[in-house]
């Protein structure tokens, strides 16, 4: 019998799934130019505009399924610069010297304590809003937590007396890196990233809310909700659907998460 774990991932799988078809499609076929401009403003959907179209006469179909592909591109790519960025900082306290160890963990207590949004700022004062910048920002201020978590696996891990036998057998470091850290701590670290996935895909929808993610004609659900908010009592569909489109990627995104975690070997121990 299939436990509330394998449910749970099945739920989220299918959720995340249903956006990245979406985000997929999109990337070979549009309803509408997304700078055409010509069906009207605020026509209710229905018609030639399933979803109706926004303030500018652009169909918003169109742009909620680029705006798939953003969110997921901008999560991705966060994510993966993060995780890489945080495993190797982590690894490197891990088996950094005492005052070594307690000076890249101040650091990473600092970077962790910097908001996201300003760091995002301070990126795109140096660059420009863009996607790029977007995924700098949220990757660096990920690296951190990942990093931390990466340090205290890898400290728990050399304390086993299996760390012990191996250097005893003449093992070098890097060998066992690759043959018992790294195997002992990658799933929770499968599961943070999982979870940094959800809170990414948020912080673009949030930058690109405040003006500091993709600039226009790209369709951010971030910038959708900003441009809706004026007209969210005549046209709510405008409003209403990059929002649930949001919660339903994070959503599912946080059913994997939770799924993993009770798949994950050793959860019990």
Known sequence: MKGPGSKGLAAGC??????????VVSLVWLPYDPADTSGGRL????????????????????????????????GGGSVLLGGVLGVLAGLAAGFATRWLDDALAAALDALIAFPTLLLAMLVVAVRQASLGSAVLAIGLA?????????RILVKRVLAQDYIT????????????????????????????????????????????????????????????????????????????????????????????????????PGRSR
């Open 165 to 264: 036998a191996a250097r005893t057998s003449g093992s070098s470091w890097p060998r066992i890196i690759a043959e018992h850290v790294l195997p002992n701590i990658w799933p929770t670290l499968l599961v943070n990233l999982a979870l940094q996935l959800g809170l990414a895909v948020l912080a673009e929808a949030s930058l690109s809310y405040l003006g500091l993610g993709p600039p226009p004609p790209n369709a951010s659900w971030g910038r959708l909700l900003h441009e809706a908010q004026a007209t969210v009592l005549t046209a709510p569909v405008g409003a209403i659907a990059p929002g649930v489109l949001l919660v339903v990627l994070v959503v599912g995104v946080n059913l994997v998460a939770d799924g993993l975690r009770d798949l994950a």
């Open 14 to 23: 299918a959720l995340v799934g249903v956006v990245l078809a979406v985000a």
């Open 43 to 74: 026509v209710p959907p229905g018609g030639e505009h399933l979803l109706g179209t926004d303030k500018l006469g652009r169909d918003l179909l169109t742009q909620l399924m680029i705006g798939a592909r953003i969110a997921l591109v901008a």
């Open 142 to 150: 990920m690296s951190a937590v990942v990093a931390r978590l990466t």
